[in-house]
Every structure is written in C-alpha cells, then in structure tokens.
C-alpha cells in the first residue's frame, strides 16, 4: 500500500513570505486591536458608575427604611433593585475583561495569572456566553423587583411570560451554539489537540 501523501496544516503559516506592502498592512491590522482599549476602558468606566450608583442607592434605600420601617413588603424591592445595579455592574466589567483579553492580552501579573478562571475568555463565544448568563440574572431579578411592586396581576404574568421566553431563546440559543455550560471540552482545544492558549 502507498503512503498517503501528508496533509498540509491549516494552522500553518503561509509558505509565501509576504511582501512589504503585505507586512505593512498586517503590523498595522496587529496594532488596531489596541483599539479595543477604547471599549474597555468605556465598560470599565460605566461598571464603576453601576457601582457608585448602586451604593448610592443602598445608602438612601437605608435611610428611608430607618425613617419608615414598615410596610416591610415595599421596602423589599429597594435592595432588589441594588442586586439589579450591581450585577449590571458585574456584566459590564465582564465585558471589559473579556474584550482585553480577547484583542489586547491575556491579563497576568508577575507571571501568574490574576482573574478567576472562569472569567478566562478564550474566544468570543465564552464572552457571549457570560455575558448572556449575566443578562438573564438581571432579567431574573427584574422580574421579580417587578411582581413584587406591581398590583395588576395580569401585567405581572405578561411580563413574566415575555421575560421567560426571552431566558428560553437566549439558553437555546447557548445550547445550539455548542457554548453553554455543558460543552464539550474537546470542542475547545485547537486543532493539534492543545488549548488555544
């Protein structure tokens, strides 16, 4: 039997060199991706504006509980509306962290690397995929902020029935895609079997 003849790499690089004018364009392509420090920056800027608002919110919240403490009931959608704020918050700088990592660098200090792992981004899909969990969180306890102030019950299962089909198109849409949380974790290997990083 002959040898089959062997398979050209896909992840090799071009046996042509390229040109000046190629290696021009590909230094300047290389260097645009630091663009991307304008999004970070502009996340990480409203995250911390979620943040101070969010406090702000909980510090006038505690002053009007202290002044009329009862009924207990209305004053339970104050705090509701803080984990609103702070996982808006959260959402926003997982974004941040996830578009530096994914255009600039990996973020590592001394050698080690500094963010939670799961908050490692390999590729966009796991950018989307966080930041979809994060979105039905805060649709999740927007929901549950509004049923508690609501009297119209009927509004309330409108609501409830719009806010639960968006969660079911947005979990569909992580399954079908291959990035939910059960994938397989051979998908997220490169093609010489070794992780992307």
């Known amino acids: 039997m002959q040898d089959e003849p062997e398979r050209a790499d896909p992840n090799a690089e071009s046996a042509r060199p390229a040109g000046p004018l190629g290696a021009g364009v590909e230094r300047s392509l290389a260097a645009s991706l630091y663009l991307a420090i304008i999004p970070v920056a502009i996340l990480v800027l409203a995250a911390l504006g979620a943040f101070v608002y969010g406090a702000a919110v909980f510090v006038h919240s505690v002053m009007d509980i202290a002044r009329h403490p009862f009924p207990v009931g209305n004053q339970v959608g104050l705090f509701l509306l803080d984990i609103d704020l702070f996982l808006i918050g959260g959402t926003l700088l997982i974004s941040a962290v996830g ?10 200090v001394d050698g ?4 939670p792992a799961w908050l490692e981004m390999r590729d966009l899909n796991d950018l ?17 902020e509004l049923a508690l102030d609501s009297r119209n019950g009927l509004q309330v299962l409108e609501i409830g029935g719009g806010v639960a089909l968006v969660i079911v198109a ?14 397989d974790p051979a998908t997220s290997r490169g093609a010489n079997g070794g992780e992307h990083r």
């Open 99 to 108: 578009f530096y990592e994914l255009f600039i660098r990996e973020i590592r």
């Open 112 to 115: 080690g690397t500094r963010i």
């Open 128 to 144: 989307k995929g966080r930041v979809i969990a994060m979105i039905i969180m805060v649709l999740a306890v927007g929901f549950v």
């Open 170 to 183: 947005l979990t569909a849409f992580l399954r079908l895609t291959g990035h939910g949380a059960d994938r």
